[in-house]
C-alpha cells in the first residue's frame, strides 16, 4: 500500500515538474537534465568498464562527499567514476569539472526508471552523500548486489523513518550496505527500528574544509579591493539577510572597513537593484574589470565558485540563512580562524550549534544586534582574533572522517 503510494507521489512529482518547467527555469533544467540520461551515460560507460556511482543531491553535498571522492578517485585508477544530482544547483555547477567520466542527473525513481540505470551504469559501489533515500533505487541496487554506502548521513528523531507510518521505507535500510553517520545520536536512532550497520565517522565537511587551506586561494581582484582594510565578507546571504546589511552599511559602516556580499540567489536584476539601495560606492564582480576595485568599500559577489576562496582574505564572516531558510555553511569560513556571525535559525544545524559552543561564533537576532557587533569587532582586533582562534580550534579538532571510511571500504 504504501509502495503504490510512493510511486504514485513520484510520478505525481514528475508531471508537476514538467508543468512548472513553462514557468520556473531551475524546473526546466530539472526536467531538461533527465531527458536522454541512459545514452548520455552508454557513451561514457562500457560493459567491461568497472564502475563506482557518487550520488550528491546537490551542491553542497558534492562539497561534502569531495574528500571521500578524492580519495577513492586516488586509490583506484583503474574505475570509471560516474557522478549524479538531483538539483540543477549541482550539476550546473559541477558539469564543467573534468574529475568524473560521466555526470549526469538522476532519473526519476520510478521501478522502470532506476531498473534501466542500474543495468547501464552497472556499478561495484554506489556511495550517497547524506541523505537523498530514493526507495526504488536502493532496492534495486540490493537487488543487483552493489555494495552501497550513506557517507556523513545525519538523522533526527522526528523523521518519518523512526515513526509507525515510516516503518515501510525502513526496510529499503536494512539492504543499505552500510551507514556512515555523523554522530552517536544518529547512529542510536538506526539501531532502534533495527539498522545496525553503522559507523561514526563523523561529518566529512570538515576534510573538505580542511583541504581549502591546502590550495591557492589568491585573487588579485580582492587583494586590489581590499587593500589594508577590515573585510566583512558575507556569504549565501538571502534577501532578509541583505536587508540588514543593506542597513548597517548605509548607516553604520566606518570608512575603514569594506564589505564583499556573495548573494545566494544569482539572479542579475537584483543585484542592480541592490547595488542602487546602497548608498557607498559599490561594484560588481562583473564589473571589476572596467575600474580600480580599490576605490569601492561594497563589492557585490555576481558569480559562483569562488566563496570558499574569498573567505580566505575575510576578518569578518557573515553566513547567511539564519533567518528564512536555515544557515549554509558556517565551516568555509571558520576553517580560516575568523570569527562567524550568522542569524538565530542554525538550531538544527549542528555544526553551527558546536561552533557556537566553541567560542568561534555569534548570534544575530535583529538589526540593532547586527550593527553593534559588527561595529565591536571591526573596532577591536584582538578580540577578532580570539573568536577567531576558536573557530579554527573547532574545525582542526575533528577526526579525519575519510579517512575512517576508507578503512571500511
Do not use: C
Given at each position: 500500500?504504501?509502495?503504490?503510494?510512493?510511486?504514485?507521489?513520484?510520478?505525481?512529482l514528475?508531471?508537476?515538474?514538467?508543468?512548472?518547467?513553462i514557468?520556473?527555469?531551475?524546473?526546466?533544467?530539472?526536467?531538461k537534465?533527465?531527458?536522454?540520461?541512459?545514452?548520455?551515460?552508454?557513451?561514457?560507460?562500457?560493459?567491461?568498464?568497472k564502475?563506482?556511482?557518487?550520488?550528491?543531491?546537490?551542491?553542497?553535498?558534492?562539497?561534502?562527499?569531495?574528500?571521500?571522492?578524492?580519495?577513492?578517485?586516488?586509490?583506484?585508477?583503474?574505475?570509471?567514476?560516474?557522478?549524479?544530482?538531483?538539483s540543477?544547483?549541482g550539476?550546473?555547477?559541477?558539469?564543467?569539472?573534468?574529475?568524473?567520466?560521466?555526470?549526469?542527473?538522476?532519473p526519476?525513481?520510478?521501478?522502470?526508471?532506476?531498473?534501466?540505470?542500474?543495468?547501464?551504469?552497472?556499478?561495484?559501489?554506489?556511495?550517497?552523500?547524506?541523505?537523498?533515500?530514493w526507495?526504488n533505487?536502493?532496492?534495486?541496487?540490493?537487488?543487483?548486489?552493489?555494495?552501497?554506502?550513506?557517507?556523513s548521513?545525519?538523522?533526527?528523531?522526528?523523521?518519518?523513518?523512526?515513526?509507525?507510518?515510516?516503518?515501510?521505507?525502513?526496510?529499503?535500510?536494512?539492504?543499505?550496505?552500510?551507514?556512515?553517520?555523523?554522530?552517536?545520536?544518529?547512529?542510536?536512532?538506526?539501531?532502534?527500528?533495527?539498522?545496525?550497520?553503522?559507523?561514526?565517522?563523523?561529518?566529512t565537511?570538515f576534510?573538505?574544509?580542511k583541504?581549502?587551506?591546502?590550495?591557492?586561494?589568491?585573487?588579485?581582484?580582492?587583494?586590489q579591493?581590499?587593500?589594508?582594510?577590515?573585510?566583512i565578507?558575507?556569504?549565501?546571504?538571502?534577501?532578509?539577510?541583505d536587508?540588514?546589511?543593506?542597513?548597517?552599511?548605509?548607516?553604520?559602516?566606518?570608512?575603514?572597513?569594506?564589505?564583499?556580499?556573495a548573494?545566494?540567489?544569482?539572479?542579475?536584476?537584483?543585484?542592480?537593484?541592490?547595488?542602487?539601495?546602497?548608498?557607498l560606492?559599490?561594484?560588481?564582480?562583473?564589473?571589476?574589470?572596467?575600474?580600480?576595485?580599490?576605490d569601492f568599500?561594497?563589492?557585490?559577489?555576481?558569480?559562483?565558485?569562488?566563496?570558499?576562496?574569498?573567505?580566505?582574505?575575510?576578518?569578518?564572516?557573515?553566513?547567511?540563512?539564519?533567518?528564512?531558510?536555515?544557515?549554509?555553511?558556517?565551516?568555509?569560513?571558520?576553517?580560516?580562524s575568523?570569527?562567524?556571525?550568522y542569524?538565530?535559525?542554525?538550531?538544527?544545524?549542528?555544526?553551527?550549534?558546536?561552533?557556537?559552543?566553541?567560542?568561534?561564533?555569534?548570534?544575530?537576532y535583529?538589526?540593532?544586534?547586527?550593527?553593534?557587533?559588527?561595529?565591536?569587532?571591526?573596532?577591536?582586533?584582538?578580540?577578532?582574533?580570539?573568536?577567531?582562534?576558536?573557530?579554527g580550534?573547532?574545525?582542526?579538532?575533528?577526526?579525519?572522517?575519510?579517512?575512517?571510511?576508507?578503512?571500511?571500504?
Amino acid at each position: 500500500m504504501y509502495h503504490f503510494l510512493y510511486n504514485t507521489g513520484i510520478a505525481l512529482l514528475g508531471a508537476m515538474m514538467k508543468i512548472a518547467s513553462i514557468f520556473h527555469p531551475k524546473a526546466k533544467l530539472w526536467v531538461k537534465g533527465r531527458q536522454g540520461v541512459l545514452a548520455q551515460i552508454q557513451s561514457h560507460i562500457s560493459e567491461n568498464d568497472k564502475v563506482i556511482w557518487l550520488h550528491a543531491s546537490s551542491l553542497g553535498e558534492y562539497e561534502q562527499g569531495l574528500p571521500v571522492f578524492t580519495a577513492l578517485k586516488a586509490k583506484y585508477p583503474d574505475r570509471k567514476f560516474a557522478l549524479s544530482f538531483y538539483s540543477p544547483s549541482g550539476y550546473e555547477v559541477v558539469k564543467l569539472k573534468t574529475w568524473e567520466d560521466v555526470i549526469f542527473y538522476l532519473p526519476l525513481d520510478t521501478p522502470q526508471n532506476v531498473r534501466e540505470l542500474v543495468r547501464v551504469l552497472h556499478p561495484e559501489l554506489a556511495i550517497f552523500v547524506k541523505y537523498d533515500f530514493w526507495f526504488n533505487t536502493l532496492s534495486e541496487l540490493s537487488k543487483n548486489q552493489v555494495k552501497t554506502i550513506f557517507i556523513s548521513a545525519i538523522f533526527r528523531k522526528d523523521q518519518i523513518y523512526f515513526k509507525p507510518q515510516g516503518k515501510w521505507f525502513v526496510s529499503v535500510f536494512h539492504e543499505v550496505t552500510h551507514f556512515f553517520v555523523q554522530d552517536e545520536n544518529s547512529k542510536k536512532l538506526l539501531q532502534s527500528v533495527g539498522i545496525n550497520q553503522v559507523t561514526v565517522s563523523g561529518d566529512t565537511r570538515f576534510d573538505r574544509v580542511k583541504m581549502l587551506l591546502k590550495r591557492d586561494n589568491h585573487l588579485n581582484w580582492l587583494v586590489q579591493f581590499k587593500q589594508n582594510q577590515t573585510l566583512i565578507v558575507a556569504g549565501s546571504t538571502w534577501k532578509e539577510d541583505d536587508e540588514l546589511l543593506k542597513n548597517f552599511i548605509n548607516k553604520k559602516l566606518p570608512e575603514n572597513a569594506k564589505i564583499l556580499i556573495a548573494p545566494h540567489n544569482m539572479n542579475a536584476e537584483y543585484f542592480q537593484k541592490f547595488k542602487k539601495e546602497l548608498h557607498l560606492s559599490t561594484i560588481l564582480y562583473s564589473e571589476r574589470n572596467e575600474k580600480n576595485m580599490s576605490d569601492f568599500q561594497i563589492l557585490i559577489l555576481d558569480t559562483v565558485g569562488l566563496l570558499t576562496q574569498v573567505y580566505s582574505y575575510a576578518d569578518i564572516a557573515y553566513v547567511g540563512g539564519g533567518f528564512t531558510h536555515g544557515i549554509h555553511n558556517v565551516l568555509e569560513p571558520a576553517v580560516f580562524s575568523i570569527p562567524v556571525l550568522y542569524g538565530a535559525d542554525f538550531h538544527k544545524f549542528m555544526e553551527a550549534k558546536e561552533l557556537l559552543e566553541a567560542g568561534g561564533s555569534l548570534i544575530i537576532y535583529n538589526q540593532q544586534e547586527m550593527n553593534s557587533l559588527f561595529s565591536e569587532l571591526i573596532d577591536n582586533e584582538e578580540k577578532r582574533k580570539e573568536i577567531g582562534t576558536k573557530a579554527g580550534n573547532y574545525v582542526w579538532q575533528k577526526p579525519d572522517s575519510t579517512e575512517i571510511i576508507l578503512k571500511e571500504l
